[in-house]
């Protein structure tokens, strides 16, 4: 913006007294006048003033020719300014764009990191301990000690709650608690492969549920999709090792529940308040699972997690505990680490990076746990990971809706 001196509203008192002849008096340039400046009225010219030095301040109206030009250089001003701003912003997205990208990188490899050493670790618990409704509730637990420390500590903003809102996420924490059960109940039976590999077909039952309780119609090309996963578990069901029928259906009891929960958040549509966001949610539904699952737990198997029980069956305490507090931890954080990530890409982007993360946990924990799988095997659990691959790529390509 132009200052007041510079389009002749104000002008220095001695070059206007000496363009019309006389002093400046002190009432001209006294108090609440910039020293040497003094205020032109408004009013007709007086005598020595020219009309275009009077049209310029204002006085008499500018010419239609000098009114375009001055409006032609105030946008040139403004267009230049515009340039520069924008100049300065594309500057910043530059180097914003370039810390956001390491920081979804980061989360990527937190999100495998933390999922790998879950895998690991619950295993070797399972394996000596045999009690997966004492474990899954161990990691609910674990996990609401966590969300607790969240929202006491301010980490995490406190969410406001109705009751119906509640009423509306227990079927989701119903489903939530059992897929997790039954999960656990699955790698304490086969290896971890294995079951990861059962677990890819997790978009077969997607489509089904969908289908039957959303009326939501695939698309022939997600169809087709379906069958290199299936017709991919069934190969490497064949030729699995540590196949035993226990560990297979409790894998495929999980995929239903875990497509449920889908299902239903997509069938009741709980609305949420501002402050009740994905990781919120999630705090809420462990919460929940931990007092859904507990007095399942006392009817069923009972304590086991106590010392004096893990001690009369000889197993080392503090291995026992440190294992299992591991594994509760990592369970919370790649969860909560997936909802970090799910709120800064597209759902597809997410569920790619879900399919490599499966990739990455079924041959870390081949390697690890030293897992013999033939050929055969390797060609199924490839092909039923392609057929997954393949299904997150279509189902971002949305029919055509027919023309009227």
Known sequence: MQSAAAVGILRP??????????NPSPR????????????????????????????????????????????RGARDVAVAATAAAKAGEAGGEEGGGLAKTLQLGALFG?????????????????????????????????GTVIALFMWITGILKRPKISGAQLAAILPLAMV?????????MSLGKVAVSFTHTIKAMEPFFSVLLSTLFLGEMPTPFVVLSLLPI?????????????????????AMASNVTFQSRNVLSKKLMVKKEESLDNINLFSIITVMSFFLLAPVTL?????????????????????????????????????????????????????????????????????????????????????????????????RLKPKPKAA
């Open 230 to 250: 299936v017709g991919g578990v069934a190969l490497a069901s064949l030729t699995e090792a540590s196949f035993n029928w226990a560990g297979f259906w409790s």
């Open 176 to 184: 939530h608690t059992m897929g997790n059960l039954f999960t656990n």
């Open 13 to 22: 008192c001695g070059a206007a007294t000496r363009h019309v002849g006389s």
């Open 110 to 142: 937190l999100w495998y990191l933390f999922n790998i050493y879950f895998n690991i670790y619950n295993k070797q618990v399972l394996k000596v301990f045999p009690y997966p409704i004492n474990i899954t509730n161990v990691q609910f637990a674990v």
């Open 28 to 71: 001209s340039c006294g108090v609440g006048q910039p020293r040497g400046l003094r205020l032109h009225s408004a009013v007709a010219p007086r005598a020595g003033f020219s009309v275009a030095a009077t049209r310029r301040i204002g006085l008499v109206p500018a010419s239609p020719e000098q009114e375009e030009q001055r409006q």
């Open 299 to 395: 009817l069923t198997e009972g304590v086991k997690v106590t010392p004096t029980v893990l001690q009369s069956a000889g197993l080392n305490l503090k291995q026992i505990y440190t294992r299992s507090l591991l594994a509760a931890f990592c369970f919370h954080a790649y969860q909560q680490v997936s909802y970090m990530i799910l709120a800064r890409v597209s759902p597809v982007t997410h569920s790619v990076g879900n399919c490599v993360k499966r990739v990455v946990v079924i041959v870390t924990s081949v390697l690890f746990f030293r897992t013999p799988v033939s050929p055969i095997n390797s060609l199924g659990t490839g092909i039923a990971l392609a057929g997954v691959f393949l299904y997150s790529q279509l189902k």
